[in-house]
């Protein structure tokens, strides 16, 4: 009797340290464009061989990502993107830890830093 209350007891505490890491967290971050130009980029985050395909976000549009809990994620973007030659940066953004990716994290702005350029912030 003592045996069995023993291997219910810890069959219990695996099921429940199981269940306790199996629990997901994402890191996630929302990238807005304030400018009054659109901006294209590229997203990379740390555990993936490749960066993203180029994106671009219009003036007033946002762009949601959501990574790997303990990933960075990394945008390179062109600041110059009104005219001439491109200006191209690589930032490592900050990113919220959150346990559901629809839960907010933290949000990075591109604004205007002249008439043809940007620089992105976070908020």
């Known amino acids: 009797m003592l045996r069995r209350t023993a291997l219910k007891a810890v069959v219990g505490l695996f099921v429940l340290t199981a269940g306790a890491s199996s629990a997901s967290a994402f890191e996630k971050?929302?990238?807005?464009?304030?400018?009054?130009?659109?901006?294209?980029?590229?997203?990379?985050?740390?555990?993936?061989?490749q960066s993203s395909a180029t994106i671009t976000l219009l003036p007033g549009e946002s762009f949601p990502q959501t990574g790997?809990?303990?990933?960075?994620?990394?945008?390179?973007?062109?600041?110059?993107?009104?005219?001439?030659?491109?200006?191209?940066?690589?930032?490592?953004?900050?990113?919220?830890?959150?346990?559901?990716?629809?839960?907010?994290?933290?949000?990075?702005?591109?604004?205007?830093?002249?008439?043809v350029t940007v620089g992105l912030t976070a908020n």
């Open 29 to 49: 971050v929302e990238i807005v464009n304030q400018s009054n130009l659109p901006v294209t980029f590229t997203l990379k985050w740390s555990n993936l061989p």
């Open 68 to 115: 790997p809990n303990g990933e960075q994620l990394t945008i390179t973007y062109n600041a110059n993107c009104g005219s001439g030659l491109p200006v191209i940066r690589s930032v490592v953004l900050k990113t919220a830890k959150v346990n559901n990716p629809n839960q907010p994290g933290y949000r990075s702005s591109f604004v205007n830093t002249g008439p």
